[in-house]
T-cell receptor, first 115, second 112 residues
Framework: ETGVTQTPRHLVMGMTNKKSLKCEQH?????MYWYKQSAKKPLELMFV???????ENNSVPSRFSPECPNSSHLFLHLHTLQPEDSALYLC??????????????FGEGSRLTVL | AQSVTQLDSQVPVFEEAPVELRCNYS??????LFWYVQYPNQGLQLLLK??????LVKGINGFEAEFNKSQTSFHLRKPSVHISDTAEYFC??????????FGAGTRLTVKP
């Protein structure tokens, strides 16, 4: 496995379900991110972890709960979601937070549909 | 805080024609500028970036972009596009990774 891997690729859930999205990076990076991609809208940064510590939470509703158990893994726990939460959720990683090469490495995304 | 505006949401073009995707940004401080590409059913990947130095930046797949500080623009160009260039293109600006702002994207469709 190389790069950034996200599972599942597709997820359909009801508003009362609890599910989790998983992200794993094999690049040796020390920062990981969750982005939300909705149609016709800019990517929205949700959470940033550096060295397993959360450094950014952009006013995301509490029904989204991130977890970063180590520098290679990132989870997004979902519960009591709303239909407007349906989107593509992208995980990314980078080496360092500020300056550097400026490159984010993205996974292929998890397409979430909330019924 | 910085922001990004991609001036065209969709750009249709014929194969082998030149293309320009426009990006303007606003920021009160020096920033880094990026173009990412997203092919169907895939994540984003970096096309090119401007950090400092020469204002003309060359990237992968024959793309290039020019940083124009006076016009606060970072337009992406390719002299001759291929069908395989059909994708969504995102301009982004940052001062630090936890402050990277993306534009809404431009969908480039290359027709035969």
């Amino acid at each position: 496995e190389t790069g950034v891997t996200q599972t599942p690729r597709h997820l359909v859930m009801g508003m009362t379900n609890k599910k989790s999205l998983k992200c794993e990076q094999h690049l040796g990076h020390n920062a990981m991110y969750w982005y939300k991609q909705s149609a016709k809208k800019p990517l929205e940064l949700m959470f940033v972890y550096s060295l397993e510590e959360r450094v950014e939470n952009n006013s995301v509703p509490s029904r989204f709960s991130p977890e970063c158990p180590n520098s290679s893994h990132l989870f997004l726990h979902l519960h009591t979601l709303q239909p407007e939460d349906s989107a593509l959720y992208l995980c990314a990683s980078s080496q360092g937070l500020a300056g550097g090469t400026g490159e984010l490495f993205f996974g292929e995304g998890s397409r979430l549909t909330v019924l | 805080a910085q922001s990004v505006t991609q001036l065209d949401s969709q750009v249709p073009v014929f194969e082998e024609a030149p293309v320009e995707l426009r990006c303007n940004y606003s920021s009160s401080v020096s920033v880094y500028l990026f173009w990412y590409v997203q092919y169907p059913n895939q994540g984003l990947q970096l096309l090119l970036k401007y950090l400092s130095g020469s204002t003309l930046v060359k990237g992968i797949n024959g793309f290039e972009a020019e940083f124009n500080k006076s016009q606060t623009s970072f337009h992406l160009r390719k002299p001759s596009v291929h069908i395989s260039d059909t994708a969504e293109y995102f301009c982004a600006v940052s001062r630090a990774f936890n402050d990277m702002r993306f534009g809404a994207g431009t969908r480039l469709t290359v027709k035969p």
